[in-house]
């Protein structure tokens, strides 16, 4: 729900907070027709740099315009509007928003969390908006589906195209954009799909624009693009707008999901007798790092029962290529550790690997993040104390519980104290639970591997997992 519009004693000054949930989300992508999966499909999302649903960038611009009509409802239109995106809304974000009355019109700041997400200037203009007879007049009563374009990097710099805005009633989505430009939401609601289905499309992440909204925007008609500039080092790309709307989008190119070693190519980095008769419970391997050490226990003569909490489907991939090796090596369960550990029933495992994780995410700058910490805790404290009681009942003589870390908890960067502040909580409990029930408790404080949520948009240098995993596999068997 959108929190009323307040304007602070400053003359000048509106500001307003709205938290970005589900059902705002999954409406504006109906309006916009901006299906890509990290706004739409939680499990996909999960698979991304972010690991989890966000918003769209242009629903946080109508936005900004509904709270900015709300403090001045003589605000119809606007002539320009120009945007930076530096974070993302995620979905159950609570957002702040700012306006402040500058020289030009009006400049917008959101923060989540304290930390800033995108900043707006919005020139307001003098004129009418369209006749609502010529609105109604262009409407579509069948719409084709709308594909999400996966394109190569090569194709980019050579994408053109146009493309025609669905029509929607700006007050379905915020009901003070009733009487604003309907043809100007339109227009910017079509950006979000330009970039998000069209160019890039399915890897894409919206970082700028700076468009004119014009007379020029009308008759109503078709946005019509054309790339401008591809820099394949920072994956950066630059579409310029020819009809429609006027001026320039920005935007990166995200990392596609990353594909770790198969079981045939890790077969060859481990040696095929280092776990024969040991059973591995590898909580968190349906992807990332614990898919490749459950292929890697395999790979050296163990069996494996991997968990997920809910990538069944990433999970099915893992144990059927593990089982393409060798027939009934490896098995799945569903098991959330957030909620509670599962039961184990009728298996004795020699070893556990403890991975789960909620999505990694940078916390504030000069304070802890008391939600962010307490997220990080629920998992690496009380999720691994859950996990090690339960694998202490049904674990064979001689066996041991690695629990994955993170170096992060020596070299604290900054806007990670709360994930480091965790992980070294989760050690020192494991230490004392492992003593308790006599299961030998190890840490493996892990370097950054190539993975889902490490990858970059840079594309920073990152070590490859299989590589790593591999050696530390190896010499497990020597602790």
Not at 22 to 29: G, M, N, T, Y
Not at 48 to 68: F, P, T
Not at 114 to 128: H, I
């Amino acid at each position: 729900m959108m929190v009323p519009v307040r304007r602070a004693q400053t003359s000048g000054t509106l500001t307003a907070k709205l938290r970005f949930g589900v059902r705002l989300i999954d409406r504006f992508s109906r309006f916009s027709e901006d299906i890509n999966p990290v706004h739409i499909n939680r499990l996909a999302a999960r698979r991304s740099i972010y690991g989890e649903r966000v918003s769209h960038g242009m629903l946080v611009v109508l936005w900004a315009l509904a709270c900015l009509r709300e403090g001045n409802p003589d605000i119809s239109s606007v002539s320009r509007i120009t945007g930076n995106f530096r974070a993302p809304v995620r979905v159950g974000d609570l957002a702040r928003l700012t306006l402040n009355r500058s020289a030009l019109g009006w400049h917008a700041v959101v923060r989540c969390g304290g930390e800033l997400c995108a900043t707006f200037q919005f020139e307001t203009c003098e004129r009418e908006i369209v006749d609502q007879a010529r609105l109604e007049s262009t409407q579509q009563t069948a719409r084709e589906l709308v594909a999400c374009r996966d394109r190569a990097e090569h194709e980019l710099l050579q994408s053109c195209g146009q493309f025609c805005p669905m029509e929607f009633d700006p007050g379905e989505l915020f009901k003070n954009l009733v009487g604003f430009d309907r043809v100007q939401c339109r227009m910017l609601a079509g950006l979000s799909r330009l970039v998000g289905m069209e160019c890039p499309g399915l890897h894409s992440t919206l970082l700028g624009f700076d468009v004119e909204l014009g007379p020029s925007t009308y008759p109503l008609g078709e946005i019509v693009y054309r790339a401008e500039k591809f820099d394949s080092r920072f994956k950066f790309l630059s579409l310029k707008l020819l009809g429609g709307v006027f001026g320039r989008v920005d935007c990166l190119v995200r990392p596609a999901p990353v594909a770790q070693l198969s079981m045939v190519a890790i077969k060859k980095l481990v040696p095929a007798d280092l776990f024969i008769g040991g059973h591995a419970l590898v909580v968190g391997g349906s992807r990332g790092i614990g898919e490749v050490i459950a292929k890697g226990f395999v790979a050296g003569g163990g069996r494996c029962t991997l968990t997920y909490a809910t990538g069944a489907a990433d999970a099915g991939c893992v144990i059927g290529d593990i089982n393409s090796y060798r027939s009934g090596l490896a098995n799945a369960i569903c098991w959330n550790v957030e909620k509670g550990a599962s039961e184990l029933k009728g298996q004795r495992y020699t070893h556990c690997f403890f991975l789960a994780s909620p999505p990694i995410r940078k916390g504030k700058k000069r304070k802890m993040d008391g939600a962010l910490y307490r997220r990080y805790r629920q998992f690496y404290v009380a999720g691994l104390e859950a996990t090690l009681q339960k694998f202490s009942r049904h674990s064979s003589q001689g066996s041991m519980f690695i629990f994955a870390s993170s170096e992060y908890v020596e070299l604290a960067p900054q806007g990670f104290s709360e994930y480091a502040k965790a992980k070294y909580e989760g050690e020192q409990t494991g230490k004392r639970l492992g003593d308790t029930l006599g299961v030998a408790f190890h840490v493996w404080r892990l370097p950054r591997l190539h993975t889902d949520q490490t990858m970059s948009l840079a594309g920073e240098e990152i070590q490859n997992a299989g590589t790593v995993i591999a050696q530390f596999l190896k010499d497990l068997v020597c602790i």
